[in-house]
Protein backbone atom coordinates (compact mmCIF):
# COMPACT_ATOMS: atom_id res chain seq x y z
CA UNK A 1 0.00 0.00 0.00
CA UNK A 2 2.83 2.51 0.78
CA UNK A 3 4.74 1.35 -2.43
CA UNK A 4 1.32 2.71 -4.23
CA UNK A 5 1.12 5.68 -2.31
CA UNK A 6 4.30 6.92 -3.56
CA UNK A 7 3.95 5.44 -7.25
CA UNK A 8 -0.04 7.10 -7.78
CA UNK A 9 1.49 11.23 -8.24
CA UNK A 10 4.25 10.13 -10.66
CA UNK A 11 1.54 7.75 -12.65
CA UNK A 12 -0.97 10.54 -12.61
CA UNK A 13 1.61 12.75 -14.36
CA UNK A 14 2.96 10.90 -16.55
CA UNK A 15 -0.32 9.57 -17.89
CA UNK A 16 -1.29 13.42 -18.16
CA UNK A 17 1.84 14.40 -20.34
CA UNK A 18 1.23 11.43 -22.70
CA UNK A 19 -2.31 12.14 -22.78
CA UNK A 20 -1.67 15.99 -23.51
CA UNK A 21 1.47 14.80 -26.17
CA UNK A 22 -1.00 12.22 -27.97
CA UNK A 23 -3.60 14.47 -28.23
CA UNK A 24 -1.07 16.86 -30.71
CA UNK A 25 -0.11 14.27 -32.45
CA UNK A 26 -3.84 13.69 -33.07
CA UNK A 27 -4.52 17.39 -34.23
CA UNK A 28 -1.38 17.62 -36.54
CA UNK A 29 -2.57 14.34 -38.60
CA UNK A 30 -6.73 15.67 -38.44
CA UNK A 31 -4.46 19.12 -40.21
CA UNK A 32 -2.86 16.56 -42.76
CA UNK A 33 -5.90 14.50 -43.28
CA UNK A 34 -7.91 17.96 -44.24
CA UNK A 35 -5.07 19.27 -46.76
CA UNK A 36 -5.12 15.70 -47.99
CA UNK A 37 -9.04 15.62 -48.65
CA UNK A 38 -9.17 18.76 -50.03
CA UNK A 39 -6.13 17.44 -53.02
CA UNK A 40 -8.19 14.42 -53.42
CA UNK A 41 -11.59 15.80 -53.81
CA UNK A 42 -10.70 18.81 -55.36
CA UNK A 43 -12.58 20.79 -53.09
CA UNK A 44 -12.40 22.75 -50.03
CA UNK A 45 -12.05 20.68 -46.56
CA UNK A 46 -13.09 21.86 -43.44
CA UNK A 47 -11.04 21.70 -40.55
CA UNK A 48 -13.55 22.34 -37.58
CA UNK A 49 -11.76 22.94 -34.55
CA UNK A 50 -14.84 22.53 -31.91
CA UNK A 51 -13.65 24.05 -28.49
CA UNK A 52 -16.67 23.44 -26.98
CA UNK A 53 -17.29 19.82 -27.72
CA UNK A 54 -13.41 19.40 -27.26
CA UNK A 55 -13.76 17.71 -30.96
CA UNK A 56 -11.67 17.56 -34.02
CA UNK A 57 -13.42 16.80 -37.34
CA UNK A 58 -12.66 16.39 -41.03
CA UNK A 59 -15.06 17.24 -43.73
CA UNK A 60 -15.37 17.61 -47.53
CA UNK A 61 -17.86 17.38 -50.21
CA UNK A 62 -17.27 13.95 -51.35
CA UNK A 63 -20.05 13.96 -54.35
CA UNK A 64 -18.66 13.27 -57.82
CA UNK A 65 -20.30 16.78 -59.31
CA UNK A 66 -19.68 18.81 -56.39
CA UNK A 67 -22.16 20.92 -54.29
CA UNK A 68 -23.36 18.45 -51.90
CA UNK A 69 -23.34 18.79 -48.15
CA UNK A 70 -19.87 18.30 -46.22
CA UNK A 71 -19.52 14.65 -44.87
CA UNK A 72 -17.72 14.15 -42.32
CA UNK A 73 -14.49 12.21 -42.63
CA UNK A 74 -12.84 11.56 -39.86
CA UNK A 75 -13.17 13.04 -35.94
CA UNK A 76 -10.92 13.08 -32.73
CA UNK A 77 -13.02 13.39 -29.37
CA UNK A 78 -10.00 14.79 -27.64
CA UNK A 79 -11.81 14.70 -24.20
CA UNK A 80 -13.49 11.23 -24.71
CA UNK A 81 -10.37 9.34 -25.57
CA UNK A 82 -7.87 11.54 -23.85
CA UNK A 83 -9.51 13.62 -21.32
CA UNK A 84 -8.11 16.64 -22.89
CA UNK A 85 -9.57 20.07 -23.02
CA UNK A 86 -9.04 21.63 -26.66
CA UNK A 87 -9.05 25.34 -27.20
CA UNK A 88 -8.11 27.53 -30.82
CA UNK A 89 -8.08 30.90 -31.69
CA UNK A 90 -10.21 30.07 -35.08
CA UNK A 91 -13.09 27.49 -35.09
CA UNK A 92 -12.77 26.15 -38.44
CA UNK A 93 -9.80 26.24 -40.82
CA UNK A 94 -10.70 25.54 -44.89
CA UNK A 95 -8.47 23.89 -47.58
CA UNK A 96 -8.69 24.77 -51.27
CA UNK A 97 -8.18 21.85 -53.78
CA UNK A 98 -4.27 22.80 -53.43
CA UNK A 99 -4.10 21.38 -49.84
CA UNK A 100 -3.35 25.29 -48.96
CA UNK A 101 -5.50 27.30 -46.73
CA UNK A 102 -7.94 29.50 -47.95
CA UNK A 103 -9.93 32.54 -47.01
CA UNK A 104 -13.39 31.95 -47.81
CA UNK A 105 -16.56 32.74 -45.60
CA UNK A 106 -16.65 31.26 -43.37
CA UNK A 107 -12.84 30.84 -42.85
CA UNK A 108 -10.51 33.98 -42.65
CA UNK A 109 -7.22 32.44 -43.33
CA UNK A 110 -5.45 33.35 -40.54
CA UNK A 111 -4.47 29.86 -39.19
CA UNK A 112 -4.45 29.18 -35.73
CA UNK A 113 -3.26 28.28 -32.55
CA UNK A 114 -4.42 25.59 -31.08
CA UNK A 115 -4.35 24.69 -27.37
CA UNK A 116 -4.16 21.62 -25.51
CA UNK A 117 -4.49 21.10 -21.79
CA UNK A 118 -5.24 18.24 -19.14
CA UNK A 119 -4.70 19.19 -15.90
CA UNK A 120 -0.67 21.26 -15.51
CA UNK A 121 0.14 19.84 -18.84
CA UNK A 122 -0.66 22.17 -22.30
CA UNK A 123 0.61 22.11 -25.65
CA UNK A 124 -0.25 24.13 -29.06
CA UNK A 125 -0.40 23.35 -32.54
CA UNK A 126 0.41 25.92 -34.70
CA UNK A 127 -1.13 26.01 -38.29
CA UNK A 128 0.42 28.80 -40.43
CA UNK A 129 -1.76 30.99 -42.54
CA UNK A 130 -1.26 28.80 -45.34
CA UNK A 131 -2.22 25.71 -43.75
CA UNK A 132 0.94 23.98 -42.72
CA UNK A 133 1.78 22.89 -39.21
CA UNK A 134 4.89 24.91 -37.84
CA UNK A 135 7.05 22.79 -35.36
Keep these: MV ?12 SGRVAVGD ?19 GRVSYLI ?3 AGDRV ?6 SALGGAL ?5 MVDLWEELSVNLGSTQPLLCFDPRGLAVAISPCTGEGA ?6 GEFTDSVVVSAIGR ?3
Design 3 to 14: LLGIAAPRLTYV
Design 23 to 41: ARSRVTSSVAAARAAAVRF
Design 49 to 51: LDA
Design 57 to 62: LVQVDT
Design 70 to 74: PVTLG
Design 113 to 118: VVRLQR
Design 133 to 135: VVP
